[in-house]
Structure formats: structure tokens, C-alpha cells
Nanobody, 122 residues
């Protein structure tokens, strides 16, 4: 079965950190660009970060630059999103997607994960 599975979400206090994982089964993540999106209640989905295929360069939305880091672990077929200095504005469902291009907007992607909830609250 070909799928992406996110994990690592949860409840964290402002200023805290979380690391999200995006793991593929049935295909090799290294062959794809991976994009993290997020969607907060009542808001449009926002591209947060992406990494080009085969461990290439990365991009970040201005809202997370300097706080979030995207990386790959080829051996684990996993992409991570390390999120530091979290604020309530980061509260959203976070999705990882796999496709051909590293762009922070919605285009045709090959695979979507089911999402993981991140809640930043005291």
C-alpha cells in the first residue's frame, strides 16, 4: 500500500518545540520533493516548507523561517519538520505531500498524508 503517514503532533506550550515525521510506505521518499502544508481552522492551507528530491535544497515560508527546519533521513524513508519557538499562530493540522516540485503552493501532488494536529497553547 502506497501511503504517507505523519506523526509527532501534539499539544505544546508557547516557545516549545515539536518534531513532525513524514514516513512513506511502498515508495521511496528520496525520489520526491516533499512539502509540508498546514491548515488552521477557518484559514486557507499554507505551504510551510519543502525539500527538493534527493536531499536537495530547501524552502521556507516567511512565517516559519528561522524557526522550522526540514530534513531527510534516507535510511528511514522519512522527512522531518523540526519546529522551534512555537506560538499559538502555528496551531494547525500539518500535512506532508510528495510530488515533483518543491513549491509552497498547491499543485498536483502524487501523495498526501492524513495530517497531524499541532496545538500550541498554555
Amino acid at each position: 500500500q502506497l501511503q504517507l503517514v505523519e506523526s509527532g503532533g501534539g499539544l505544546v506550550q508557547p516557545g516549545g518545540s515539536l518534531r513532525l515525521s513524514c514516513t512513506a510506505s511502498g515508495f521511496t521518499l528520496d525520489h520526491y520533493a516533499i512539502v509540508w502544508f498546514r491548515q488552521a481552522p477557518g484559514k486557507e492551507r499554507e505551504g510551510v516548507s519543502c525539500i527538493r528530491r534527493s536531499g536537495g535544497s530547501t524552502s521556507y515560508a516567511d512565517s516559519v523561517k528561522g524557526r522550522f527546519t526540514i530534513s531527510r533521513d534516507t535510511a528511514k524513508n522519512t522527512v522531518y519538520l523540526q519546529m522551534n519557538s512555537l506560538s499559538p499562530e502555528d496551531t494547525a493540522i500539518y500535512y506532508c505531500v510528495a510530488g515533483g516540485l518543491c513549491v509552497l503552493r498547491e499543485i498536483a501532488y502524487d501523495y498526501w498524508g492524513q495530517g497531524t494536529q499541532v496545538t500550541v497553547s498554555s
